[in-house]
């Protein structure tokens, strides 16, 4: 079991930047490490995941403004958001999924920090 321990969100003006930060308790068999996000009423959806070589993928709103990172020695991800407009206010959650060696794979969530953006 990996626990995932979310920081960096809070309330910020638009135009404004936020970096989250998101460790995991351990990093064995983790492979991607990501962030997803989550408006009320609305499904969640893809903000960037990076690899443990640092390869990267952007869902569509965050290309930009976004950048994912990563530091494997501390098992953490980070997520530098500038720019940022009142349509960005959501829970933001990281993301991090396992592969053993017996070919399963499991999927480990945060507990999800709030994002606000105030016009």
């Known amino acids: 079991q990996v626990e995932l321990v979310e920081s960096g969100g809070g309330l910020v003006q638009a135009g404004g930047s936020l970096r989250l930060s998101c460790a995991a308790s351990?990093?064995?068999?983790?492979?991607?490490m990501g962030w997803y996000r989550q408006a009320p009423g609305r499904q969640r959806e893809l903000v960037a995941t990076?690899?443990?070589?640092?390869?990267?993928n952007y869902g569509g709103s965050a290309k930009g403004r976004f950048t994912i990172s990563r530091d494997n020695a501390k098992n953490t991800v980070y997520l530098q958001k500038n720019s940022l407009k009142p349509e960005d206010t959501n829970v933001h959650y990281c993301?991090?999924?396992?592969?053993?060696?017996?070919?399963?794979?499991?999927?480990?969530w945060g507990q999800g920090t709030q994002v606000t953006v105030s016009s």
């Open positions: 990076i690899t443990p070589s640092g390869r990267t």
């Open positions: 993301n991090a999924v396992g592969v053993y060696l017996s070919g399963s794979v499991s999927n480990y």
């Open positions: 351990s990093s064995r068999s983790i492979f991607n």
